[in-house]
């Protein structure tokens, strides 16, 4: 059984950081392109950052620069640091692992930056 389980959310001050985690379970996880989404309230999901099996990181505009994606295949881990936390990134964060047309999802963490 596959399962991806986020970590790490809630309520930040703006400018402050946070670092997500999500544990994947189930999978070849170095193997597999993983990613980060978020989905602010009435808006789409949208991609927030992204690392291949090789290690190339990808970067939506809005968070280049300010946040850092990595991960351990060792460990099953992907991590998300956010910094410089804006309250426009206030949303809920979901990880993402895709591979050869398997495509997973966790459940989600809500990152709140308000003041």
């Known amino acids: 059984q596959v399962q991806l389980v986020e970590s790490g959310g809630g309520l930040v001050q703006p400018g402050g950081s946070l670092r997500l985690s999500c544990t994947a379970s189930g999978i070849d996880f170095g193997l597999y392109r993983m990613g980060w989404y978020r989905q602010a309230p009435g808006k789409q999901r949208e991609l927030v950052a992204t690392?291949?099996?090789?290690?190339?990181?990808d970067y939506a505009d809005s968070v280049n620069g300010r946040w850092t994606i990595a991960k351990d295949n060792a460990k099953n881990l992907l991590y998300l640091q956010m910094n410089s936390l804006k309250p426009e990134d206030t949303a809920v964060y979901y990880c993402r692992g895709s591979r050869a047309g398997r495509d997973y999802w966790g459940q989600g963490t809500q990152v709140t930056v308000s003041s």
């Open positions: 690392i291949s099996s090789g290690g190339v990181r």
